[in-house]
């Protein structure tokens, strides 16, 4: 079927061959650009540096939030798109951007290839953000700066830049979310030929002329070396160096706080945040013996831990969808860990029967506190309030909201404290 011949749109097509698309609904209609530290530069330099029409950038958004740009393609120095408009034929739409020289890139890779991790992160697949910097240190801008976004359109839209062009403008900070390597490719140079360029200058440097050396001597074994800083009255031992002390507190790795996790990995860069977080924590814990950092504890023990964190925040409501079980639930486990830790825990899991039965004497004690109550394995019930004996032989009380029993508070070996 030719072009001429194709009807798109039939649905809101109204007023002829200019009727305008549809407006944008559901949940692409706010959905955000820049999912990356690589398209949220971009966006900012589009939106503050470039210094492009505000009023066109934001009709253009607006496109690309609708879907109107079917196809689009990097190549060095410029991205080609076709864009749907409000008629049958699409629009051919091309941004260009300033191309480095082979002396500007020559610069660049002398700075680059001067460091080696930024070289081992490249060759490794990765593009960190410094790599901005290094260009600045070489004299140049790798993000686009003003009068540097050209862009033209098909359209008869006489504006720059018309709201197909800013669409595709858009678009470009999905297609570095994907892949950050193209914006150098917007810069003139391929992923494999910039890696190739930095293997070579870090693989071939010039061959200093090195002296010959002079062998070092042959030395002294270490504990005749110590024998001479030995008097009588000296011990024949040294005390070893107690190890400094980690932090006052744990932190936040600052790696999670730069480079954000790979597009197509499927992994939010909050959770990765957070789990990362959580990590450094418990890290903290064994290095400052301040506790075991968890490992042995199970998968509820672990999970009402980090639950307990959670309490009062949306973050539960999320973590109990990612466990499969309810936020009420959790809401449990994490407000008996908060209260008793393990102990709670296990006493709010088991069932009647799991815990040993209550001895003659600590069911006297928990009947004196609780007159007129019923008695069911461990646990003495009266009304909305419950004791329950655990197996660390403490009594814990639990109250009744709704059909809920959450515990109520630290246990004690005294059921009437717990009164």
């Known amino acids: 079927m030719a072009d001429e011949d194709r009807v798109p749109w039939q649905g809101w097509r109204r007023k002829g061959e200019d009727a305008g698309l549809p407006a944008a609904k559901g949940p692409g209609s706010r959905r955000p650009f820049g999912a990356t530290w690589w398209g949220r530069a971009w966006l900012e330099a589009l939106e503050q540096r470039a210094r492009l029409d505000p009023g066109r950038l934001s009709r253009g958004r607006s496109y690309a939030r609708r879907g109107s740009v079917v196809d689009l393609t990097v190549s060095p120095g410029e991205v080609e ?4 408009g409000s008629r049958v034929t699409p629009y051919q739409v091309t941004v260009r951007i300033r191309a480095f020289s082979s002396a500007e890139w020559d610069s660049v890779l002398e700075v680059v290839s001067a460091q080696i991790g930024r070289v081992a992160a490249l060759l490794d697949g990765e593009m960190p953000p410094e790599v901005i910097d290094d260009v600045g240190d070489a004299g140049l801008e790798l993000l686009p700066g003003a009068g540097e976004v050209l862009t033209h359109c098909t ?39 910039l890696l190739a360029a930095l293997r070579t200058r870090r693989g071939s440097p010039a061959a200093p002329v090195v002296a010959p050396r002079t062998p070092p001597p042959a030395g002294i074994p270490a504990i005749a ?40 990995s499927g992994v939010d860069v909050r959770d990765l945040v957070a789990l990362a977080t959580d990590a450094a924590r418990r890290a903290w814990e064994l290095a400052s013996g301040d506790g075991d950092g968890g490992l042995n504890l199970t998968f509820e023990q672990d999970l009402a831990r980090r639950a307990a964190k959670a309490l009062g925040t949306p973050e539960l409501a999320d973590l109990a969808h990612r466990a499969g079980i309810s936020s009420r639930q959790l809401t449990t486990w994490a407000v008996a860990w908060r209260e008793a830790g393990p102990g709670g825990l296990a006493v709010t899991l088991d069932d009647p029967v799991a815990v040993i039965p209550v001895t003659p004497d600590a069911l006297t004690e928990a009947l004196e506190a609780l007159p007129n109550a019923t008695v069911e394995a461990n646990r003495v019930a009266s009304g909305k309030l419950q004791l329950r004996l655990g197996q660390d032989n403490l009594w814990y009380r639990f109250d009744q909201h709704f059909s809920d029993w959450t515990l109520a508070g630290p246990p004690s070996p005294d059921p009437k404290d717990l009164l």
């Open 81 to 84: 798109a076709v864009v749907q």
């Open 155 to 193: 359209c008869p839209d006489f504006a720059v830049p018309c709201k197909h062009s800013a669409a595709v403008c858009y678009l470009i900070a999905d297609a570095l979310d994907d892949d950050p390597f193209a914006l150098l490719l917007l810069r003139g140079r391929r992923k494999d030929e």
């Open 225 to 264: 070396a110590f024998a001479r800083h030995l008097t009588p009255e000296t011990p024949s031992t040294v005390p070893v160096p107690a190890p400094p002390r980690p932090l006052a507190a744990p932190g936040v790795p600052a790696a999670v706080r730069v480079l954000d996790p790979p597009r197509s």
